[in-house]
């Protein structure tokens, strides 16, 4: 298993070429900041993570974390609260939060390369952070200022972790359905009462206390997701000074066993065994869902991320097997000599797959954390608005793709093995195990689908798509003026960007007459849609590449790899589009041509 390196160079490529580093740093919010000091952040960040955190990926995955039924307390593996302690007290976790709240005041984007850095490291201790990350963002957007004041700066800091507390037995996908209860006492607090499953470090032993967020119904909340409210309940109580006190009445009474993500506590809790959980409510009562709503570009953007990180890991591993292992003898080499089997088109095919799709997710991803800056601090109102609706669009797009191609390049780093592959020792399967969660949580990707159909392609009387759809077709310019060096990448992405046109006018027509129809396409259309706009952002990073060839400036090497790998990616990944159109329109019909009865032979 190769030791994981965080790949600087191609992070530098993205944030110098596809998105404007130089722009975000002008914004008043930035101003204390500049790309260089970005850069060496990244690369210290990358430093410590590759020697502190990165090692300990597997003896997670070996060791687990492990609750103490006794307790109720959860031990993490070896050498996690160390790390974590080290990654507080170099203050990590504070880099893009706002200053006034104890913050580095970078741009989302400088905190997304370092989570891709984390994530890549060790999937199970990101966690932590990313889900304090989460609740964070909530307290800012809804909390009150005494909240903010009193929870947020320690959560910046790393001292109290957070969590999100949405899911119930009968409450996953439909979060409506949830059933803890929060009783309004006359002193203005609540007391929560109820059961929440798979609570990511609900319980650990690495922060001093766990601020949890907690969706819950009042006594005459209206049923459904109107009903649903937010509530912080600290599992210390603090004062006003934020000195800890009493134990609340939130306990994990047990963790889950699970496939992958090891080392990650993912724990049922229970509130108000002995009565009640101190709970404090965020905004007003039954606007929890919507405060939830304006958290997801972040969150779901954040769980694409985990995609990438994984599949980098993956393909470092995959990229020095396949140099090492010898088998066979690669067409054109001496005869009685094995060859690595790097050597052999097959294996190749697979390394390609996995380069091309891990640079056209991280362009994707960083291209959507400038957006998100964009939308929170461009100076000028109508391009913030603009580019929050963008950012809405791309966001089912960020989590459904990157995560699913997280699965599928592990996957692809598990056949590159051969039969080690499939051995634990091998450290490869860890990469597949853990992967697999992120097109679950955070929104399953059938959801993600359905969001992109049903809400995102209707926003604005579907002005937003278009835009989306001219920018793509607004690169055929510069794509021409390449010349033959990109005129492969120009016709597939030409012809891709029709079919998608055509589809996307489809799937909207039908969607306003009969949802149904377009419901039932949703998950080919979701990656039609993904691929089209990945093939763009390959495109682009060919145009930037070739730039960069004729200037004569940046590794002319690595430039031509660049190119090479778009129009491997335009040539034989974009074009599954066109066989995604049956599918699509396939139709509701065809899925419920059969009876539930009749799945059984
Ligand atoms: C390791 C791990 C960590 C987690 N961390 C957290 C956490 O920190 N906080 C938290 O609150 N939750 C957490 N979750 C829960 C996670 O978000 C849910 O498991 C997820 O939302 C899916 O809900 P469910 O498991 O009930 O599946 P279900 O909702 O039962 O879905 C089952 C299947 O049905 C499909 N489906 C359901 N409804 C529809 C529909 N309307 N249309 C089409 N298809 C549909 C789904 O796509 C899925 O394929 C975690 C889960 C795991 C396993």
Not at 406 to 434: C, N
Request: proline share 5%; glycine share 10%.
């Amino acid at each position: 298993m190769a030791a994981y390196r965080p790949p600087l160079q191609d992070i530098r490529f993205v944030l110098d070429e596809l998105v404007d580093l130089d722009e975000l740093c002008q914004f008043e919010s930035f101003k204390h900041v500049d790309p260089d000091s970005i850069h060496t952040a990244i690369e210290e960040f990358a430093r410590w993570t590759a020697e502190v955190v990165a090692p300990l990926n597997r003896i997670g995955d070996l060791e687990g974390a492990v609750h103490d039924p006794e307790t109720n307390t959860v031990r993490t593996a070896p050498g996690f609260a160390d790390a974590y302690a080290q990654f507080r007290d170099a203050g990590w976790g504070a880099v893009p939060f706002e200053a006034d709240y104890g913050g580095g005041g970078f741009p989302w984007l400088a905190g997304i390369v370092m989570q891709e850095i984390m994530s890549a490291a060790n999937l199970s201790l990101s966690m932590c952070p990313l889900l304090t990350q989460g609740a964070i963002d909530m307290l800012m957007a809804h909390g009150s200022e005494a909240q903010r004041e009193l929870f947020v700066p320690r959560m910046v800091t790393g001292q109290w972790t957070g969590t999100m507390n949405l899911t119930e037995p009968e409450a996953g996908s439909d979060v409506g359905a949830l059933r803890t209860k929060a009783v309004p006492q006359p002193d203005g607090t609540y007391r929560i009462t109820g059961t929440k499953i798979f609570i990511t470090f609900g319980e650990h032993d690495m922060a001093e206390n766990i601020i949890h967020l907690v969706l819950a119904r009042t006594p005459d909340a209206p049923p459904g997701t109107k009903g649903i409210s937010c509530f912080i309940v600290p599992k210390f109580l603090v004062d006003d000074d934020g000195n800890l006190g009493e134990r609340n009445d939130v306990a994990c009474v047990s963790i889950e066993h699970k496939m992958g993500v090891k080392a990650s506590p993912t724990c049922v809790m229970s509130f108000g065994d002995e009565g009640g959980a101190v709970g404090y409510l965020i905004g007003n009562e039954n606007e929890g869902m919507r405060y939830m709503f304006t958290m997801m570009n972040n969150a779901r953007l954040s769980v694409g991320l985990e995609g990438l990180s994984i599949a980098e890991r993956a393909y470092q591993d995959a990229l020095e097997y396949a140099q090492e292992r010898k088998q066979g003898r690669a067409v054109g080499a001496a005869a009685g000599v094995q060859s690595p089997i790097i050597e052999h088109a097959d294996v190749r095919r697979m390394l390609l797959l996995m380069k091309s799709i891990i640079e056209a997710m991280r362009a994707l991803v960083y291209t959507q954390a400038e957006t998100i800056d964009m939308a929170n601090h461009h100076p000028d109102p109508e391009l913030r608005q603009y580019k929050q609706l963008m950012a809405e669009l791309l966001t089912p797009v960020v989590k459904g793709w990157c995560t699913d191609m997280g699965v599928e390049v592990t996957s692809l780093a598990v056949q590159i093995y051969g039969g080690m592959g499939y051995i634990e020792e091998s450290g490869v399967p860890q990469h597949y195990r853990d992967a697999r969660i992120t097109p679950i949580y955070e929104g399953t990707n059938g959801i993600q689908a359905l969001d992109l159909v049903m809400r995102k392609l209707p926003l604005k009387g579907g002005e937003v798509v278009t835009e989306h759809l001219s920018l793509i077709a607004m690169l055929d310019p510069a794509l021409l003026r390449g010349g033959a060096q990109l005129a492969s990448i120009r016709s597939n992405l030409a012809e891709a960007l029709t079919t998608l046109a055509d589809t996307t006018h489809w799937v909207m027509a039908e969607g306003a007459t009969d949802p149904r129809q377009a419901m039932a396409g949703a998950t080919p259309y979701l990656r039609m849609f993904s691929l089209v706009t990945a093939g763009a952002l390959m495109a682009k990073t060919a145009l930037h590449a070739a730039e960069r060839l004729d200037a004569g400036t940046g590794d002319a090497d690595a430039m031509r790899a660049k190119i090479a790998t778009a129009t491997f990616f335009c040539a034989q990944v974009l074009p599954q589009v066109h066989g995604l159109v049956a599918p699509v329109r396939a139709g509701h019909d065809q899925l419920f041509a059969i009876g539930v009865e009749q799945f059984a032979h």
